[in-house]
């Protein structure tokens, strides 16, 4: 008869030559050495593989042993440090990258199976003296080098560490990066000082709501762009920006590259000038003079030493009733427009 039915117990299964006992089902089953290969590789035989190199069904490795000396005493297992399970030989998983997959501690790089970096190596300096692999400072701990699997969609993307760039370039994930890693990527990545880790540019997030989200992040209404403090640090680069604008010494959003009403009402810091058909910075977020008195739509009120920038009272109103009710302002018959009352006028240039 059949082990299933030859024995109840575990202790007299164990005494069988021909049986083995499956802790899992609580069964006495037969030996994998005694089933065929079609029967072996068969979904339903869990216990057992089929190797390719000694030609013979095996018992797999998480079954043989236990610990780790057990492991180490079969010359087709390694004991996974990070499952603390017995597992195969990645050498013995090389036909295919899904029998590659069917081992905890492998990996399929390059063609051929392998054992994860994170098992390979446990120094820096071993590390990072493997081109597959890439030191992660964070945790100390050695992981895949994802450049190996550019040109390879499916294994990058199959990979939690990686992800694809563009159509073919497989590329380390920003939050596995340190600040110095990070920086070398600021093409792709950014370093975010506030929170000490390394994220995604905000150039390349497509979703509104995600790019709201991201301190250091805004969206213009058609794309994400990164905040002008963060992309900028002096004047020159800042100016030169299309779509920032040097403001009391730090890069600030300038709303003059925004071409459409609808973009431009997605800004809070920008209105659209319906007169001039452009986008201009909204008056109160202004903190600079000279910046307040080259928008047509502002005016520089003086405080003291300083002094605070407001919309203009031509821009606010266009009837007279409205005008003349409004603080600071006055009507002009003659020009038949809205005026800042002459009490308000900044006359210290």
């Known amino acids: 008869p059949k082990c299933v039915f030859r024995h109840l ?12 006992w499956d802790s899992v089902s609580a069964t006495c089953t037969s030996t994998c050495s005694s089933l065929s290969q079609t029967a ?3 979904t339903g035989e869990r216990m057992c593989i089929f190797s390719t190199n000694t030609g013979a069904c095996e018992k797999r490795c998480a079954f043989r042993a236990s610990t780790q000396a057990g492991c180490d005493a079969a010359n087709d297992c390694f004991w996974n440090t990070e499952t603390l399970q017995c597992v195969r030989l990645c050498t013995e998983l090389t036909k295919s990258p899904s029998a590659c997959a069917t081992s905890s501690g492998c990996v399929w790089s ?28 964070f945790t100390g701990t050695c992981g895949p080098n994802c450049a190996s699997k550019s040109g390879n969609a499916e294994a990058c993307n199959a990979d939690s560490n990686c992800e694809l760039v563009g159509s073919t370039s497989c590329m380390n994930k920003c939050s596995t990066l340190d600040h110095v890693s990070c920086d070398a990527r600021n093409t792709t990545c950014m370093w975010d000082a506030d929170v000490g880790s390394c994220k995604t540019r905000c150039e390349r997030v497509s979703s509104s709501a995600e790019c709201k989200q991201d301190n250091m992040c805004q969206w213009t ?5 990164t905040l002008c403090k963060f992309k900028h640090q002096d004047k020159d680069s800042c100016d030169g920006d299309g779509s920032c604008a040097w403001d009391d010494g730090a890069c600030a959003p300038s709303c003059r590259a925004i071409a459409t009403s609808g973009d431009c009402a997605a800004r809070d810091d920008c209105v659209w000038d319906s007169n001039a058909n452009t986008c ?4 109160g977020v ?3 003079k000279a910046r307040c008195q080259n928008n047509d739509n502002c005016a520089w009120t003086a405080s003291g030493a300083s002094g605070t920038c407001q919309t203009t009272c031509a821009a606010s109103y266009t009837t007279e009733g409205a005008c003349n009710g409004a603080t600071g302002c006055m009507w002009d018959t ?15 240039g």
């Not at 209404?221 to 762009?225: E, L, P, R, T, V």
């Not at 003659?334 to 210290?348: G, K």
């Open 9 to 20: 117990s575990q202790a007299a299964c164990d005494e069988d030559a021909q049986c083995m």
């Open 40 to 42: 072996c590789a068969s």
């Open 110 to 137: 390059q063609g051929t199976c392998q054992r994860k970096c994170s098992l390979r190596y446990t120094t820096a300096s071993a590390c990072q003296g493997d081109n597959q692999c890439n030191w992660d400072s």
């Open 221 to 225: 209404g058609a794309a994400c762009q």
């Open 280 to 283: 201009k910075a909204r008056c």
């Open 286 to 288: 202004v903190t600079s």
């Open 334 to 348: 003659a020009a038949v427009t809205c005026r800042d009352a002459c009490s308000t006028v900044d006359n210290q």
